[in-house]
């Protein structure tokens, strides 16, 4: 169990009103608030080591250097990663995606081959693979979706074939909130050859990742949704695989030889990181590994569990409530509309008290109009977040209900 | 801020009650604007005789705001002459903008003002308006009146 009004006195921006209510805080799948330990240690990085890493041979870039290495190695052990070399540091999931897409996707496929997608991606890892069909003429797939918003498995056989050369999948949708059975996908991939490369934007910051035990062949994922700083994300890739690529970027950094008419690249996984990398998001992001490994992932997903449970039962009993996507098995966010009640209409009036929600079509357009809407509602939790959270919610809809009750 | 101040009586009024929703037979002026962070799409239609705005309506889908910024503007222009419907339209996106000043002369178009404190609903509130402003600028240059959907980005503000 996570003591939640603990983690809250870690967490300084949640101490203020918005609007004269106190902050409830549940836009957390588009970002996640800092803690204490995590803002100190960027600070403390700036403040007593800051200096450029793998080059200098002085005191600070020794320092510098040893601090980004430390934030890889626990990115490494915290999705048990087989080394170090199979983690490259980037900006965030959508440049870890496109890693893969220009550096493996277009190098290899061809016209003919096949690269499966779900309807419910972010548009992070569908426009890249987009992109990949047409510069190689590989054609896109998509795996079905059942009305509950779960993805059909009975028919994967036919959609995932010998021309599968890659299968592009979410492990937990940011509308639905979906948990897609990643490990069946990628055992029926590895069957035909296709390699699989994993959104883990939605899923790594909530539940325990292993990209061993999952058998993933890429998995992308985002620093500031799981605690860090913004601007700083990760590409894990298998070795063989991450091998056989070209850099992304090319630059210094990145190089072990230059010429001056041509160049030889660096060991893993610098040869992926061209140019003075993100040092302090790094160390922030390990400062964030470091403060939920210590609450424990398995507690984090337990308690969002239950308190999604809860707010699914809380605000059903909402006179015109419209939950979207499956109750189980679901990551923790509700995705819902309100009656007639636009969802600008109601992100506004939510704000005006305190209480902070995503509206719009959360970069998921084709899942939008999957669901016939334009827009739906997002509250999505994390572990500051409790029961008293969604009653805030629960009474604050419930008020914005009667305030459209004349005219929506 | 509080509800009221963002949603005035005239904006609800307008949202329950829309007027000028619709279309026209053989519109002069069409104009598709799209607003990409919400979806909310709205058309506005117009008809030009003897250099004034004889007749304007709107159609589509969107929010409060949006919905009732668009139902104002057409009471607003209709009977305008197009150099008065330019006047007016600048006015407005002024007061919009934060830009200091009288606006007794847009009359219950002030109810609109108190959005233009809420930077991420200035889209709404000015949707309408900017599809009209393109659709009229069309028009004097002797520009079909049917082109694609447009994109109105924040930059367009």
Not at chain 1, 114 to 120: D, K, S
Not at chain 2, 44 to 50: G, T
Not at chain 2, 73 to 83: C, E, F, H, N, R
């Amino acid at each position: 169990m996570l003591n939640v009004a603990d983690i809250r006195k870690d967490f300084p921006i949640m101490g203020q009103k918005v609007h004269g209510h106190p902050l409830v805080y549940l836009d957390n799948a588009a970002t996640t608030q800092k803690p204490r330990q995590v803002i100190d240690a960027i600070v403390r990085y700036y403040e007593t080591s800051n200096a450029n890493v793998h080059r200098g041979v002085h005191t600070l870039a020794e320092r510098a250097t040893e601090q980004y290495e430390e934030a890889r190695e626990k990115v490494t052990r915290f999705i048990n990663a087989p080394s170090r070399r199979n983690v490259i540091f980037t900006r965030n999931s959508s440049e870890s995606l496109n890693v893969v897409a220009y550096s493996w996707a277009r190098k290899f496929l061809k016209p003919g081959d096949e690269i499966v997608v779900t309807p419910m991606e972010h548009h992070s890892n569908l426009v890249p693979w987009q992109q990949v069909a047409l510069h190689t003429g590989a054609k896109l797939r998509f795996i079905e979706m059942l009305p509950n918003g779960l993805l059909r498995t009975d028919n994967l056989g036919e959609i995932i074939t010998e021309k599968t050369r890659l299968v592009a999948v979410t492990q937990a949708s940011n509308v639905l909130g979906t948990i897609n059975p990643v490990t069946g996908i990628v055992r029926l991939a590895h069957q035909v050859g296709a390699k699989v490369v994993v959104d883990g934007a939605q899923s790594v910051p909530h539940i325990p990742v292993d990209v061993q035990a999952l058998d993933l062949d890429w998995l992308a994922f985002s620093g500031h949704k799981m605690l860090g700083p913004t601007g700083i994300g990760v590409l894990y890739g298998r070795e063989d695989l991450l091998d056989s690529m070209d850099p992304f970027l090319f630059g210094g950094e990145m190089i072990s030889r230059v010429y001056l008419e041509c160049a030889e690249w660096s060991e893993l996984p610098h040869k992926f990181e061209a140019g003075t990398p993100n040092i302090a998001g790094a160390i922030g992001l390990g400062a964030a590994i470091d403060y939920l490994n210590q609450l424990g992932m398995k507690n984090v997903s337990d308690h969002e569990q239950r308190l999604v449970r809860y707010a699914i039962e809380r605000l059903e009993a909402i006179d015109g409530f419209r939950l979207y996507g499956p109750k189980e098995p679901r990551g923790g966010l509700v995705a819902f509309n309100l009656g007639d009640v636009h969802p600008h209409d109601v992100a506004t009036v939510l704000d005006t008290y305190g209480v902070a929600i995503r509206a719009g079509h959360h970069c998921a357009q084709p899942l939008a109009n999957w669901l016939d809407v334009t827009a739906t509602n997002r509250a999505s939790f994390y572990i500051y977040n409790d029961e008293a959270d969604v009653d805030t919610l629960a009474s604050a809809l419930v008020k914005t209900k009667e305030f459209f009750s004349h005219v929506a | 801020m509080s509800l009221e101040d963002i949603y005035k009586d005239a904006i609800m009024d307008h949202y329950a009650r829309p007027r000028g929703r619709g279309k026209l037979e053989h519109p002069v002026i069409v104009y598709h604007a799209h607003n990409p962070t919400c979806g909310d799409e709205i058309e506005v239609q117009a008809n030009v005789e003897d250099g004034r705005i004889q007749d304007v309506r709107f159609s589509g889908h969107g929010c409060s705001i949006s919905q009732a910024s668009a139902s104002m503007m057409t009471v607003a222009m209709k009977g305008k002459t197009l150099p008065e419907a330019k006047a007016t339209l600048a006015k407005f996106l002024g007061m919009m903008r934060g830009e200091p000043g009288s606006y007794k002369e847009l009359g219950e178009v002030q109810a609109l003002q108190g959005v233009s404190r809420l930077p991420v609903r200035l889209k709404c509130a000015t949707l309408a308006w900017h599809a009209l402003e393109v659709g009229l600028s069309q028009h004097e240059s002797g520009q079909s009146p049917r082109g694609p959907v447009h994109v109105l980005e924040s930059k367009d503000l």
